[in-house]
């Protein structure tokens, strides 16, 4: 509910304050606002915040940008095991995207990320064993 009042004195808070009693074991929720402009730019807020699509298309954007922070930050993490540098797991990322592609990059792919041979050579040989436990 949307209350306008140009003052919001003692008499316009015992009226809200009556309200809420009346409506207490409702989900009433009271905005007093000041005058017309605000009323509407209330009333729009709730419209877009409440609107299906436009929090459907917020979460999805809150989530896409969530998982590519993460995603990101777990490659430079898995990287960095590699014994890289930061810079070297930044350029390798950027270079390859994803740590698939680094894993199945060709030496020419993995120079093309301004890497040098024998950085390059140390990820080939690392992706190509076996075993990968520590020892």
Avoid: W
Avoid at 8 to 14: L, R, V
Avoid at 38 to 43: A, H, S
């Amino acid at each position: 509910m949307v209350l306008t009042s140009a003052l919001h004195g003692p008499h316009e808070m015992a009226i809200i304050s009556a309200i809420q009693t009346r409506f207490i074991d409702h989900n009433l929720r009271i905005l007093p606002v000041h005058n017309d402009s605000e009323c509407l730019q209330t009333i729009l807020t709730i419209a877009q915040a409440t609107c299906t699509p436009t929090c459907n298309i917020l979460r999805s954007r809150l989530d896409a940008i969530l998982s590519r922070q993460n995603s990101a930050q777990m490659i430079l993490n898995i990287l960095s095991q590699l014994g890289l540098n930061h810079h070297q797991c930044m350029v390798l990322q950027q270079g390859c995207g994803n740590l698939s592609s680094v894993a199945t990059a060709s030496r020419q792919q993995l120079m093309d990320c301004s890497l040098d041979p024998e950085t390059v050579n140390e990820i080939i040989a690392y992706f190509e064993k076996d075993d990968y436990s520590e020892g």
